[in-house]
């Protein structure tokens, strides 16, 4: 009940569930085109531009900070983009020097404002690690308008977006400005970013963009659907990450969130449908349990063509010797009885019943 009737953990949680919801939306499209790391590069990069932000204004207020980020990681980005567009170097390697280059000048930076100490500079390593904690409602509502500004946009160019990430190409061929859409998209994961670096830290903070649509991809194929629930875990997984570092009595709100999404995602690699490893494992034997059920039924309906009636009983050693190298005869006669294709005439001889011919037929016929 803290959740609704403590201020702090109530305010934390409304931060953290914004937070998941659209980094977790926005990371969407980054997975989907293969820039995990694109996540990775432009929170570090966003770390200058917080501090320099501060230094120019001597304030702290969530907007301006959030200004500064949001600049330096756009000014990454566009960095990013002259790179591997004027030279050999390729987008992994690029992001590499981005992210290295960019997250030293915000330490280097953070170094000076440490010698040369500013009043209420304090509270600024926190963009680091991140200190959730420290969240107020006027941060929450910056946060949230932000947000809700990159999810319009996002809503209003969903077409484009989609052609940006499944066919650039066609969406190039037909007219459509893809370079500029590219950077509307990437520049809007940025400030999926920026809202988080207070709450989970410039370190963290790629988990949040990469972990929730990773979760959802493993759930659905449609694009609609996975921006909806990649946002859902995001959200579900900000809000239990701060209730379960409250219950831990003081555990940092941001890497518990962190490991809260990444168990989402080790629950979806397991259990998803059709792409988990667990459901698939169960598929592959109900794959096998199949064929075997199918190649006892095959050989049966072979044994009765020996004879004029076709439900004559067969013994089990004969079944056992035309499937020396399946096994489980016994069980899959067990399981063939059970669906009403054969039946037990007596401890060793087991005959096919008229559904089981019928079955055998379409069988042989359909192979």
């Known amino acids: 009940m803290d959740i609704f009737f403590d201020y702090t953990i109530r305010t934390v949680a409304l931060g953290a569930a914004v937070l998941g919801m659209v980094s977790g939306a926005l990371g969407t499209f980054a997975v989907l085109r293969r820039q995990s790391l694109l996540g990775d590069a ?9 501090v320099l932000a501060f230094m120019l204004t001597h304030s702290k207020a969530p907007l301006v900070l959030m200004l500064g980020a949001a600049v330096a990681g756009g000014l990454g980005t566009l960095l990013l983009m002259a790179i591997t567009r004027t030279t050999r170097i390729k987008e992994d390697s690029a992001l590499g020097i981005i992210l290295s280059a960019f997250f030293g000048l915000g330490l280097m930076l953070l170094t000076v404002l440490q010698r040369n100490p500013i009043a209420n500079q304090a509270g600024l390593n926190k963009f680091l ?9 006027e941060d929450v509502v910056t946060m949230t308008a932000v947000g809700l500004l990159a999810l319009l946009l996002v809503a209003l160019f969903w077409k484009e977006f ?5 066919d650039r190409d066609y969406g190039a061929s037909v007219g459509y400005p893809m370079l500029w859409l590219d950077v509307l998209l990437t520049f809007l994961l940025v400030l999926a970013i920026v809202i988080g670096l207070q709450a989970v830290g410039v370190v963290l903070m790629s988990a ?9 991809r493993q759930w659905t ?10 946002g859902l875990f995001g959200a579900v997984a900000g809000i239990s990450g701060t209730v379960i570092s409250g219950w831990g009595g003081g555990l940092a709100t941001g890497p518990v969130i962190v490991l809260v999404i990444s168990l989402f995602v080790a629950v979806s690699f397991l259990f998803a449908g059709n792409r988990g490893l667990v459901w698939r494992w169960a598929q592959r034997q109900r794959n096998r349990t199949n064929l075997r059920l199918e190649a006892v039924l095959s050989d049966m309906f072979k044994l009765a063509h020996q004879h004029e ?3 004559h009983p067969h013994a089990i050693g004969a079944l056992r010797a035309m499937n020396a190298q399946r096994g489980g005869v016994e069980n899959s006669l067990r399981a063939l009885a059970q669906k009403g294709w054969v039946r037990q005439v007596d401890g060793e001889n087991w005959a096919l019943t008229p559904a089981g011919i019928a079955e055998a037929q379409v069988f042989g016929n359909g192979h």
Do not use: E, I, R, Y
């Not at 432009?42 to 917080?50: D, E, Q």
């Not at 989609?162 to 499944?166: A, E």
């Not at 194929?221 to 990649?230: E, R, W």
């Open 129 to 137: 690690f991140g200190q959730a904690a420290t969240l107020l409602v």
């Open 208 to 216: 949040m963009v990469v972990a929730p649509a990773s979760a959802a």
């Open 309 to 311: 009636d076709w439900t």
């Open 42 to 50: 432009m929170s570090h990069a966003a770390l200058p531009g917080v």
């Open 221 to 230: 194929d449609k694009l609609g659907v996975m921006v909806v629930l990649a």
């Open 162 to 166: 989609k052609l940006l990430s499944f």
